[in-house]
């Protein structure tokens, strides 16, 4: 399964980047929204996609906002990964279209591999 991670902390994304290759996955790597929306465009076949919400230059819900507006990506399930743990903001995710919401600081990678897995 190929999996966009848009995560601007360089060291989680490069471990989830090889947890998540270890049990097969493809993974492509962003680092702020802008260059997220630029590879959930361009890189073909993306099956998952897990969006930190505290992003630089386009933050988490405008990058998942236009996903979901744009009749490429808007059907490509998407995981939102934060510690903003506010019940506003997951009802705010699940409301944009969301199809999880995990708080990182709760997240080990096994349960990580075990949601993601959900969706191969």
Known sequence: ???LVIEDEKILAQTIE???QQIGHEI???FDGEEGLDRANSVKDINLI???LMLPIKDGFTVL????QNEKTKNIPVIIMSNIAEEAKIKQ???MGANGYLIKSNLSIEEL???VN???
């Open 28 to 30: 492509e790597l962003a």
């Open 1 to 3: 399964m190929k999996i």
């Open 18 to 20: 090889k947890s998540l």
């Open 50 to 52: 897990l969006l930190d």
């Open 113 to 115: 591999s075990e949601i």
């Open 93 to 95: 995710g699940e409301d």
């Open 118 to 120: 959900r969706f191969a």
């Open 65 to 68: 906002d236009e996903l979901k």
